[in-house]
């Protein structure tokens, strides 16, 4: 029997890309989930897909730069299923340009939803996981949270910011007792929606060429089910996956 079998899962962005695929490998190997996004038809078909490869899966339309829709998904959880074991904070985007095009108002949106909708999302998860203590919050980074490259700079400084606040989380707890696990995770290029919320044409077409060497989301989902199957006393606190041709 998986480590992962009856283990409750939150999945924030899970309606495509690497919450959709994370979603069924963790269904495969019997979990009960609880499934996040904001398009409502996906998330049933995901949630009837789940439940026919042998998973339990209940979800919620929820938009992660809410704090009270995500205090909301928590209780929800907790009320179907009665606790929270893991949080895969996957909900994310990527729109890029050079900074002195002043697409502040695309900076504003990844500030929103790559900060702060992981904030939200980890303080509606953790009281449940420490007065249990038990649990683990598993935060989607990227390569660009390692590396910086001309036209992703404000991405990058999200995705910076999702690595300290996993590293930070990760000592709180450690130095706390809780037995909360904290991993990060960094993929490199990955076949996903992520390169259509780029609205800059001329960034769009540089990505659109770098992305033809992206491996598939399922590539991440099983990283993360690794991470999510290892004995409670056993912490991957930081994994980098990226297409084996990738350089940066």
């Given at each position: 029997?998986?480590?992962?079998?009856?283990?409750?899962?939150?999945?924030?962005?899970?309606?495509?890309?690497?919450?959709?695929?994370?979603?069924?490998?963790?269904?495969?190997?019997?979990?009960?989930?609880?499934?996040?996004?904001?398009?409502?038809?996906?998330?049933?078909?995901?949630?009837?897909?789940?439940?026919?490869?042998?998973?339990?899966a209940?979800?919620?339309?929820?938009?992660?730069?809410?704090?009270?829709?995500?205090?909301?998904?928590?209780?929800?959880?907790?009320?179907?299923?009665?606790?929270?074991?893991?949080?895969?904070?996957?909900?994310?985007?990527?729109?890029?340009?050079?900074?002195?095009?002043?697409?502040?108002?695309?900076w504003?949106?990844?500030?929103?939803v790559?900060?702060?909708?992981?904030?939200?999302?980890?303080?509606?998860?953790?009281?449940?996981?420490?007065?249990?203590?038990s649990?683990?919050?598993?935060?989607?980074?990227?390569?660009?949270?390692?590396?910086?490259y001309?036209?992703?700079?404000?991405?990058?400084?999200?995705?910076?910011?999702?690595?300290?606040?996993?590293e930070?989380?990760?000592?709180?707890?450690?130095?706390?007792?809780?037995?909360i696990?904290?991993?990060?995770?960094s993929?490199?290029?990955?076949?996903?929606?992520?390169?259509?919320?780029?609205?800059?044409?001329?960034?769009?077409?540089?990505?659109?060429?770098?992305?033809?060497?992206?491996?598939?989301?399922?590539?991440?989902?099983?990283?993360?089910?690794?991470?999510?199957?290892?004995p409670s006393?056993?912490g991957?606190?930081?994994?980098?996956?990226?297409?084996?041709?990738?350089?940066?």
């Open positions: 029997m998986s480590n992962i079998q009856d283990k409750v899962v939150i999945i924030t962005g899970a309606s495509s890309g690497i919450g959709e695929a994370t979603a069924k490998e963790l269904a495969s190997k019997g979990a009960k989930l609880v499934l996040a996004a904001r398009r409502e038809d996906r998330l049933q078909k995901l949630q009837a897909e789940s439940e026919k490869s042998g998973g339990k209940v979800y919620k339309v929820t938009d992660v730069t809410s704090r009270e829709q995500m205090e909301e998904l928590a209780a929800y959880a907790l009320e179907k299923f009665e606790k929270i074991d893991v949080l895969v904070n996957n909900a994310g985007i990527m729109p890029q340009a050079f900074m002195f095009k002043k697409m502040v108002d695309e504003d949106q990844m500030i929103d790559n900060i702060k909708g992981v904030l939200y999302a980890i303080a509606a998860v953790l009281p449940s996981m420490r007065e249990r203590k649990g683990h919050i598993i935060n989607l980074s990227s390569v660009a949270g390692h590396n910086i001309p036209g992703g700079t404000v991405y990058c400084g999200t995705k910076f910011a999702v690595k300290a606040i996993s930070g989380l990760r000592q709180e707890e450690a130095i706390s007792g809780t037995n696990r904290v991993t990060n995770v993929p490199g290029a990955v076949s996903s929606e992520l390169v259509e919320t780029t609205s800059d044409a001329e960034t769009k077409a540089g990505l659109n060429e770098f992305y033809k060497v992206a491996i598939e989301a399922d590539s991440i989902a099983r990283a993360i089910a690794f991470a999510v199957e290892q006393d056993v991957i606190n930081e994994m980098i996956i990226r297409p084996t041709v990738q350089v940066g």
